[in-house]
């Protein structure tokens, strides 16, 4: 009994460790050291901002994420009375970036 208790806990731990470790990746250098690779998710993160930031004028400053999957991006961005002027696409798939000016209509639609 004692073993069948001992092999169970030892396998929750191991299952534990294998868990806990599933965001990062290890890659094994030539010196034997073992280096940790971020996620491409997180490496990725908000690289439309300075896009965005180059094709929407100064003074709006508020930004309201919408939805943010792993396929899509959405964001508001308006000023500082948070009156909603412009809204943001970004499709992660493809780096499809749209950029839609709410009064005005479509200002950007491209791949970066």
Do not use: C, W
Request: proline share 3%; no cysteine.
């Amino acid at each position: 009994m004692k073993t069948i208790l001992l092999s169970t806990a030892a396998g929750a731990l191991l299952l534990t460790g294998i868990y806990a470790n599933a965001g990062e990746a290890e890659e094994i250098t030539q010196n034997n050291e073992v280096m940790v690779v971020e996620n491409e998710a997180v490496s990725n993160e908000h690289v439309e901002l300075p896009v965005i930031q180059h094709q929407i004028p100064s003074g709006n400053d508020s930004v309201q994420v919408v939805e943010d999957n792993p396929h899509k991006r959405i964001l508001f961005i308006g000023d500082e009375i948070d009156q909603k002027k412009y809204k943001t696409i970004f499709i992660k798939d493809t780096n499809r970036l749209k950029i839609i000016d709410l009064n005005g209509g479509q200002i950007f639609n491209e791949v970066i």
